[in-house]
């Protein structure tokens, strides 16, 4: 029965408005606190979207089903059902040991993959005695001068069974020949390792400004790499194309997504250019992107990601096989947007991020320590920072 002075028919009469003329009656009564709501990108934030809004809108096109082109929903068919994204988190500092030892505390309270932080004279090439390395020594992630300290940094982990990233770029090369030095006396061979070497100069110029070699050289030896995983190490990405230092160094959302899809383009391009064929190298093309505040926008962003790289791998690049036109994405939640005051607010900051990637549909996390402001993080705040990733998977209801 209709409530009195309200029928039924003319609350459906009512709905039938447009949504122009909705808006007008309706908020005259109850207005928007702010006159204008835009994105941290300072994109207009829609109050609502309706039909209207999507009369043009292609569904098939633009979204079809996950794991199928142009892959806007995912690469997976079943997603997160299927397989949890990867917990990957970063870590690095001090010794080898030092590191070591972190690796195994967080894979006991149940990370699935690894993430190596280097120091600044591993990142450039130093060695730990040299001069210029005086003061810098496992400041900013573990320092590795030879075989021998990577052999130390993965002393008891089974390299054909975990996953291991290495944030490292103008000596990725020296980082890699000697990780998989490591498998080689470990009698485990290239095919069995899986994991990324992130190994993407261009990104050193645009945002982190760490580099040995000008823009040429650099990019012949990121796509050295490319081209040695494609044809020797099957399972392993050589190279991770960034936008999280363009994101961390004051780019908006949209910026972000250009630069390294731009960046994606001209690897692509140099690759091509040595007469490897599209598909022998593509499905091994990674990438990393940086996790905001804004949560829809984050959202949206690697679902546009995912669905421009498959065109351009598509249609642009002429490539034939489906995982050369799926964008795989590492991402890690944003270190800008934490504060070194009240640091445990930076719980909440890091879990909504957190939250956003997964349903922006990442193949792996990093979620931010509460005292990366401050210092190293903490057995307690790594674990934290863990347990948030955790509990988004098995208690939140999303997956």
Known sequence: MAAKGRTSRGSAVERSCSYAEWREKRYKKQPERLAKYTSLSFRPQPDLVTQEHLKDFDYADKLGYPGEYPYTRGVQPTMYRGRLWTMRQFAGFGSPEDTNKRFKYLLTHGQTGLSTAFDMPSLMGYDADHSKSRGEVGREGVSVSTIEDFERLFEGIALDQV????????????????????????????????????????????????????????????????????????????????????????????????????????????????????????????????????????????????????????????????????????????????????????????????????????QSLHTNSMDETLSLPTEEAAKVALRTQQIIAEESGVV
């Open 163 to 362: 996953t291991v990233s290495m944030t490292i770029n103008c000596t990725a090369t020296f980082a890699m020949a000697s990780y998989f030095a490591v498998a080689r006396r470990r009698g485990i061979t290239f095919d069995k390792l899986g994991g990324t070497i992130q190994n993407d100069m261009l990104k050193e110029f645009i945002a982190q400004k760490e580099w040995i070699c000008p823009p040429e050289p650099s990019v012949k030896l990121s796509c050295d790499i490319i081209e040695y995983c494609a044809q020797n190490a099957p399972k392993f990405n050589g190279i991770s194309i960034s936008g999280y230092h363009i994101r961390e160094a004051g780019a908006t959302a949209v910026q972000e997504l250009a630069f390294t899809l731009a960046d994606g383009v001209a690897y692509v391009e140099h690759c091509l250019s040595r007469g490897i064929d599209i598909d022998e190298f593509a499905p091994r093309l990674s990438f990393f992107f940086d996790v905001h505040n804004d949560f829809f926008e984050e959202i949206a962003k690697f679902r546009a990601a995912r669905r421009i790289w498959a065109i351009l791998m598509r249609e642009r690049f002429g490539a034939k096989q489906e995982r050369s036109m799926m964008l795989r994405t590492h991402a890690q939640t944003a270190g800008v947007s934490l504060t070194a005051q009240q640091p445990i607010n930076n719980v909440a900051r890091v879990a909504l991020q957190a939250l956003a990637a997964v349903l922006g549909g990442v």
